[in-house]
Each structure stands twice: as C-alpha cells, then as structure tokens.
C-alpha cells in the first residue's frame, strides 16, 4: 500500500477519524431515512434533500427575537433576504452578512438556518442570510453580480444600514469564496472600509489539485468529494473562464483585505485551501487567524445545534471578529 499523504501543515499524515459525538449524530439523523446520494441527482432534486436534511436539524436550534424576510431585485433577478435579530437591543452593533454554501448549486437560508441563528446569537448582532442565484440556471457571473448589488444596497444611499455603517461579510464553502472575491472587488474599487471584517469557513479558493487534502478526503467518505465538487464547478463555471480570479481567488492579488478569520475543517478535501489562503494572506501582510475544527467534515456547523464543538467554532470566530471589526450602526427596524 502506497503511505499515507502527509499534511505539510501538521509534518504527519493526515487525520481519518471522524468526531465520535458527530457519527452519532449524524447516524441518529439518517433513521428511517431512504438513502440517496444527494450528490448525484439533478440539482432541484439536490436542493430538496438538502432541505430536508437540515430541516431535521432543527429541533434543538436557537431562537431569535424576529427573523424578517426581504426581497431585492437585482439584474432581473429577485434575491431573497433573511435578516436574524437575537435581541431586540442591537443599536451599536455591527451586523453580519452571510453567504451560504452549496457549491453555487444548492442552498438557501433554510438550510443555513443553522448557522444564521448561532452567529447572530453568537455575535449579539443582526444577521442577514443572502440567497444569490445558484447555478447551472445562473452561472458564473451571477452570484457574484446578485452578492454585489446587495452589499452595495447595504452600504449605499438607501442602505438599511445608518450612515457611516460597516458590516462583517461571512460565508461558508462556495459562499466563503463569494465573500472573499466580493471583498477584493470593494478593496479594487477603494470601498473595503464598507466590510471591517470577513469569516471565512472552509472554503473553495483555487483549483482542484492532485494529491494533499484532495487526495486524502476526496473519495467522499466524510461527505464532500472530489467528484462532487467537480460537478459543482462544471455547473458554476464557463468553459472559457479558464483561471479567472473571481471564480479561485487565490490567483488574485490579496493583499489590502480587511482582517480575516479563516476555518479550516480537518477532514475536508478543500482543507488545503484554507491552510493556503491563510499562509497567503499573512505573507500579504493582512491581519488574519486561522481555526483547524479537528476530526470534523466540511459543512459540520450545520450540526451546531446538538454538536457542541460546531457552536464552539462559531462563537471563535465571532470572538475573532469582535476584537477586529470597527464599532458600527447596526439595520434599523
């Protein structure tokens, strides 16, 4: 047998055990469930299961002063908005604005809700969930073009936020990757003092490469695989975009970003992008901290809710952020 892939970060191989208390759970959940690869079915039909998925979820999930839904039309498109208020005291803070994952095919603030909920209640701050176009039906540019018109709302004349007002630009996967191009389109066009800080949690930021974390988790028996995200990708990206930055921004230029809190899960084919996009950004002299959420898969905050080491993760993060980002005013009723 060939050895084992070598994380370079660690010096040893790479981590196969999965977090006992979230194979339990993850066994619990999966119960009278019929089986079927979500991965694989047309992307209406991946988009279903996944809801239902999390929506199994949410029993145990954490509750919120009010949670106000908003639509904004932009280039033809209606993108729906969830804004998550933990309390109903939040004069002074900065609200966060979230991009969900799914490989830029699948996801919604439903199945995020998760997450929404634990980093407004977290942070003590107004969370606003951000559903863009998904692809194939709207490839590449769309997402971007939708994620765009809604931080330029926020921060514009008829923002929502009072004058002066920042916000924290958050996502996880696919929506990590949507923040991060989005902030170093503000900073190209002199507007990143608009976002005073970013979350970034396991995401996809270059290429699909041979061997390393791809290697070692790619076969998809922690959930995420190599072929899946392929497909992801196939749907999201054109065929003549070849390297573009907008789509793996670790071939874009990175310094000038606000300070940046990156996680990486262990067991995670995209594992090394974090780690890369971290080493990158500091060699860029942007203020940045790195979390590595030991023996635990790509997607796991979405557990946060009976997973105590998820919910952990999230308020880190927010901690993070909470020493960085600039005091700002926060949505108005």
């Not at 790479?14 to 119960?31: I, T, V």
């Not at 991946?46 to 839904?69: G, P, Q, W």
Request: proline content about 8%; some cysteine; glycine content about 8%.
């Amino acid at each position: 047998m060939p050895a084992p892939a070598v994380n370079p970060w660690t010096g040893q191989p790479y981590a196969q055990r999965l977090d006992p208390a979230l194979a339990r759970l993850l066994e619990q959940q999966a119960e009278g469930v019929a089986k079927v690869d979500r991965y694989a079915v047309p992307f209406p039909e991946s988009r279903k299961l996944l809801e239902e998925a999390r929506i199994r979820t949410h029993a145990n999930r954490v509750s919120m002063h009010r949670v106000v839904n908003e639509d904004l039309l932009t280039n033809g498109r209606l993108v729906k908005l969830r804004w998550y208020y933990p309390s109903a005291d939040h004069a002074q803070c900065t609200p966060i604005v979230y991009l969900h994952g799914g490989g830029w095919c699948v996801g919604s603030n439903l199945t995020h809700d998760t997450v929404l909920r634990h980093l407004a209640y977290a942070a003590q701050a107004p969370v606003c969930g951000v559903e863009y176009s998904l692809a194939p039906e709207y490839p590449f540019p769309a997402a971007l073009e939708d994620v765009r018109a809604v931080i330029d709302f926020l921060c514009g004349p008829s923002s929502k936020l009072k004058e002066g007002g920042e916000l924290i630009l958050a996502g996880d996967s696919a929506g990590a990757n949507l923040a991060l191009v989005e902030a170093m389109r503000r900073r190209d066009e002199d507007a990143t003092s608009d976002i005073s800080a970013l979350i970034l949690y396991y995401g996809c930021y270059g290429p699909h490469r041979e061997g390393g974390s791809f290697e070692a988790y790619g076969d998809g028996r922690f959930g995420l695989s190599n072929q899946a995200q392929a497909r992801y990708l196939e749907a999201y990206m054109p065929t003549s975009s070849g390297s573009d930055w907008r789509i793996f921004p670790l071939e874009g230029e990175l310094r000038g970003l606000p300070p940046t809190y990156v996680l990486a899960a262990e067991l995670d084919p995209l594992y090394d992008d974090s780690i890369d996009l971290y080493r990158v950004l500091k060699d860029c002299g942007v203020p940045a901290e790195l979390a590595v959420a030991h023996a635990l898969p790509h997607g796991f905050l979405n557990q946060a809710n009976d997973l105590p080491a998820a919910a952990r993760a999230i308020e880190q993060s927010v901690a993070y952020v909470n020493a960085v980002a600039r005091p700002a005013s926060s949505p108005r009723d």
